[in-house]
């Protein structure tokens, strides 16, 4: 981090993400879903929201529902966040099946020709305009062949259509391929390693309001500041807090630390200093203008997350 200037934060106010209660965790949280095979998105979201008797709930990026895997979803106000999560880096596992005999050294030389950036059109069942599109994929690994099918470890840019990337792969081996299985392993900074089932989160939330105990619960929701921390940060004063809940963009003075690698246009994180997420804005400068500047406007807000009066008011007086 780049450090602009020394502050230190009231412990008046506000709660470092870690000490929240269980009801303010729910209230900010979300689930690393580990969605089953059968039901769609939005009924498993659907699910959730009913048996965790919550007003809102959404998720950060579709899975049909033959597809299983990593499924983030966002509880109560986090749900503000979860266009955020859309255009994150995906992982999948997915088994490819040919239609003809294709020598193990040809499937290999082909698949590596499809690492990088390629054009898809969207298949005639999805839920974009069928046009042209460029994506990147960012490997292709841990390749295994049985016969007909082939096992394949995909990391891919947000909107990269699996079904129609083995399409074209059995297009240019020469025999026809289609999509057998898939499995969603990441989206962002959330994998299947510390994915939960949607029993063992209803299991954890029955615990809780039937014997009081919290300890499983917690471990399935996670503060919504981890469903940001691949962003770049902005760290802030006590007295900008209350501005920027109330919508006002980050000026100069504000900003205490700061990401080293802030772009002009990026989308940024802005935290309290106890690492609470403020609201998510759109940087007008880079890093080293933002560290260097004394005043005028540096970030424009874009999402609040915080509720005003969470900490006190400076501005205006």
């Not at 969207?122 to 096992?151: H, N, T």
């Not at 919504?224 to 900008?240: C, H, N, Q, W």
């Not at 809940?245 to 700061?258: I, N, R, Y």
């Amino acid at each position: 981090m780049l450090i602009k200037a020394e502050a230190e934060t009231d412990p008046s106010y506000g709660k470092k993400p870690e000490e929240r209660e269980i009801e303010e965790l729910i209230e900010r949280g979300i689930v690393n879903l580990d969605k089953p095979r059968g039901p769609s998105s939005h009924e498993v979201v659907a699910w959730i929201k009913r048996i965790m008797q919550l007003r809102k709930a959404g998720h950060g990026g579709t899975l049909d529902p033959k597809v299983s895997g990593v499924l983030p979803v966002t509880l109560e106000k986090s749900t503000k966040i979860s266009h955020v999560l859309l255009p994150s880096d995906k992982e999948y596992v997915c088994v490819m099946r040919l239609h003809g005999d294709v020598s193990e050294d040809k499937i290999l030389s082909v698949i590596e020709e499809f690492v990088g950036v390629i054009y898809q059109r969207p298949p005639l069942k999805s839920a974009v305009r069928r046009r042209l599109r460029r994506r990147r994929i960012y490997y292709i690994e841990d390749v295994e062949i049985r016969g007909r099918d082939v096992l394949m470890r995909i990391g891919c840019e947000a909107g990269t259509y699996m079904r129609k990337l083995c399409v074209d792969i059995g297009d240019v081996l020469g025999v026809g391929a289609h999509m057998a299985e898939l499995r969603r392993t990441k989206t962002g900074v959330f994998s299947e390693e510390d994915s939960v089932t949607l029993q063992d989160l209803v299991d954890a939330y029955f615990f809780w309001k039937e014997d009081g105990e919290e300890k499983f619960l917690r471990e399935m929701i996670k503060p919504v500041e981890f469903a940001v921390s691949g962003l770049p940060k902005v760290y802030i004063r006590d007295t900008a807090v209350d501005a920027i809940c109330h919508g006002a963009s980050l000026t100069a003075p504000g900003v205490v630390k700061l990401s080293p690698k802030i772009k002009e246009g990026d989308v940024v994180a802005i935290f309290t200093l106890k690492g609470e997420l403020v609201a998510l804005g759109k940087s007008l400068k880079s890093s080293k203008e933002i560290f260097e500047a004394r005043r005028g406007l540096m970030i424009r807000n874009w999402k609040v997350l915080m509720e005003p009066g969470t900490y006190p008011r400076f501005w205006g007086t």
